[in-house]
Structure formats: structure tokens, C-alpha cells
């Protein structure tokens, strides 16, 4: 909503909030805002039809806009975007998560990025040239293209590297800020390849990686007609508890997305907490005690290429869509290979290798 006396715009410039054109003759100055199907109201953050897809969420009201978080979220318009969920505190925590979504909002493809800028800037002012990179929103593919491949392969990578268009947030006027690959190969493999480096503001990636969420977005585009490229959102949401950073909860009943707990995960917690005591506390007389048995299948993660996390994969030889694991997460030894072994994960099994598991 444009606050009167306290805002400027030209007549010449059509469009206004996530690039959409504006509808001033209905409500006022930028109080309607026309997206490709619906009508969004500024002032009240709601749609002014019902969502299409309000069966699939009906704990929320059919006419909220992204669950009522609109920095963090983008409408699905028939176009593949991508989240970018990085930590505030970039000095501590330089990783983010990133997340590629077909056009209807379904997770095609997880994967890590740094997201440091220059090693004198780490930490500091985003909308100054080589700093971190910055919150806010990107459109996918600038005037030049989508995916350009450069020469200097050691800084970019063998690959070509997804270019974005910064559109605005705490980065001010900076551009050229992509996503890629490099230092990862050739005479900087022994300097460079065991981390993700970082860059001067973009958001470096594995070389594999890039190349696979450019055959994944082609081919989406390829099946699908209506799949174009959209947008990348960075967002500084992620949470850290007990040295480990994830995704923030949402609560489903609401739709609201908290750095906590939810209630009934408060609940659940706190009863647990009481069967413990009481069960630590039992008569000795009566219930005997019985020795624990440790499962020596229980092992942890650990952080040997120094990037903070490793990828379970569906196959050996690190192929299929990735599952980033934390260094330090629990895992289960289902079976126990030369190389690699097979592990439960979260409910899920997969593959890592040896080097990643804490003997």
C-alpha cells in the first residue's frame, strides 16, 4: 500500500509491487495491482477472487496472497521459480538452501549455495559492490538470456551459469549477481575444490548441481508448454538450533510461519519430557533396571569437505536428486558398502559415501 505524501511515481512506468501492472482508474494509485489471472489489493494484502487451488489448503482463507508472507514467497503463475533461503547472520552461516518449483508450486530440486561475497566484505553492507549477496527479488534470465555459458571456466565453472536480474530489495541498485559453478577443478582443485568458495555477491553452486537444475528446468519447459522461467526470491529465514540451520515451521493449521516450535510440536515435546521423568524415576524394587543397549548402527554426519552439510543420493556414484544432510545429523547404517553405504535419513534411504559417516 503507497503511503499518501510519502511516495513518488511516474505515469510513465506501469507497473508496480512483484513487477505486475498497475490498475490505478479502479481503486487508486496502486491499490489494484493486475496479475496474469486474479486481482491483487495492496491495502488489505488479499486477492479480490478465491485462490483456484483453495481445495488443497483448506485450513486458509481462499483469498490470502503465499500464506500471508509475501517477502519470503512468490504466487505460482505459470512459472518455474526458484527460493533461496539463506541465514541473517552471513558472518556465522554463509549457506543457504535453494530450491527450484515447477509452475504449480511443486519441489523439482533442493541443493546448498554460498552466498558470501568478497572475503574482506563477509558480514557486512549488502548494496555495496562484492558484498554478500542480497535479499530480495530476481527475475530469472536478464535482457541477454537465461543460461550463458563463460570462458573463464575456472571462476564459473565448466557449465553455464543461470543469469538473473536483480529487481529490487536491501541491495539497492546492484546487478549481476547469477548463480554458477567454479573453482572446483584443474590446477584449483587442491586450493578450491573441497568447498564451495565464495564469489563477489553471487551465489556459487557445485558444478554438477548447475548442470542438473538446467536439464530439470529445460525439460520442464520441454513437456510442459506453459513453463517459463520466473523469478528467485533470497530470503534470510533460515534458523539455526543446536549448531544446525533448516528451514523455518510453518503451522499448518494457520499457515503462519514461525522461528519456533509449533504448538502441538510443544506439546508432543513436553509430554515426551514427562514420560521420560517418571520413567527414569520408577522404583528401583519393582522395575529392575535393565542395561541400555547402544545401536551400533546409529552413527553421525560429519563435515569432511568443510561445506557444512553432504548430499544422500537415491543411487550410488551420487546420482538422482539430492538430500542435503547437516553435518552432525543422526543417520542409520542400513548397509555398509566399500565406497559408500546405504543410510536411512528422515524416513528416507539413500546413498552416501564412507568419507561423510563418523566412525
Not at 154 to 180: C, D, F, I, W
Not at 206 to 211: L, N, P
Not at 246 to 263: I, Q, R, W, Y
Not at 302 to 321: E, F, H, L, S
Amino acid at each position: 500500500m503507497i503511503v499518501p505524501t510519502r511516495s513518488y511515481s511516474s505515469n510513465s512506468y506501469r507497473y508496480g509491487f512483484n513487477g505486475m501492472e498497475k490498475d490505478d482508474e479502479v481503486k487508486g494509485e496502486g491499490n489494484s495491482i493486475t496479475f496474469k489471472n486474479r486481482i491483487y489489493d495492496s491495502r488489505i494484502g488479499k486477492w479480490m477472487s478465491m485462490d483456484p487451488l483453495q481445495k488443497k489448503y483448506p485450513w486458509m482463507t481462499p483469498y490470502h496472497y503465499v500464506r500471508n508472507s509475501p517477502i519470503g514467497k512468490i504466487d505460482i503463475s505459470g512459472l518455474w521459480d526458484i527460493e533461496v533461503h539463506a541465514y541473517k547472520d552471513r558472518k556465522r552461516y554463509g549457506y543457504a538452501v535453494l530450491i527450484v518449483k515447477n509452475r504449480m508450486g511443486k519441489e523439482v530440486y533442493r541443493t546448498t549455495v554460498r552466498v558470501h561475497g568478497s572475503s574482506s566484505l563477509i558480514g557486512g553492507k549488502r548494496d555495496i559492490t562484492n558484498g554478500d549477496t542480497p535479499q530480495g527479488k530476481y527475475k530469472i534470465g536478464d535482457d541477454q538470456a537465461v543460461w550463458q555459458k563463460k570462458k573463464n571456466t575456472t571462476s564459473y565453472g565448466p557449465n553455464a551459469l543461470l543469469r538473473l536480474k536483480y529487481l529490487g530489495g536491501e541491495g539497492g541498485k546492484r546487478q549481476y549477481m547469477h548463480v554458477h559453478g567454479g573453482r572446483q577443478e584443474g590446477k584449483n582443485y587442491k586450493k578450491y575444490g573441497k568447498i564451495l568458495w565464495n564469489t563477489h555477491g553471487c551465489m556459487r553452486i557445485k558444478d554438477d548441481e548447475i548442470k542438473e537444475i538446467k536439464n530439470i528446468t529445460q525439460n520442464l519447459e520441454e513437456k510442459d508448454s506453459e513453463e517459463k522461467p520466473g523469478y528467485l526470491v533470497l530470503t534470510d529465514d533460515l534458523v539455526e538450533l543446536d549448531g544446525e540451520y533448516s528451514l523455518p515451521v510453518t503451522d499448518n493449521a494457520t499457515g503462519e510461519v514461525s522461528n519456533k516450535k509449533t504448538f502441538w510440536q510443544g506439546i508432543k515435546d513436553g509430554v515426551m519430557s514427562w514420560i521420560d521423568y517418571f520413567s527414569s524415576s520408577s522404583n528401583d524394587s519393582v522395575v529392575p533396571k535393565t542395561e541400555t543397549k547402544i545401536d551400533s548402527n546409529i552413527k553421525k554426519t560429519i563435515d569432511a569437505d568443510g561445506d557444512g552439510y553432504t548430499n544422500m543420493r537415491p543411487q550410488i556414484g551420487g546420482k538422482g536428486k539430492a538430500t542435503r544432510i547437516n553435518a552432525g545429523s543422526k543417520i542409520k547404517i542400513i548397509e555398509k558398502g566399500e565406497k559408500a553405504s546405504k543410510i536411512e535419513y528422515n524416513g528416507q534411504q539413500g546413498y552416501i559415501y564412507n568419507k561423510y559417516i563418523k566412525q
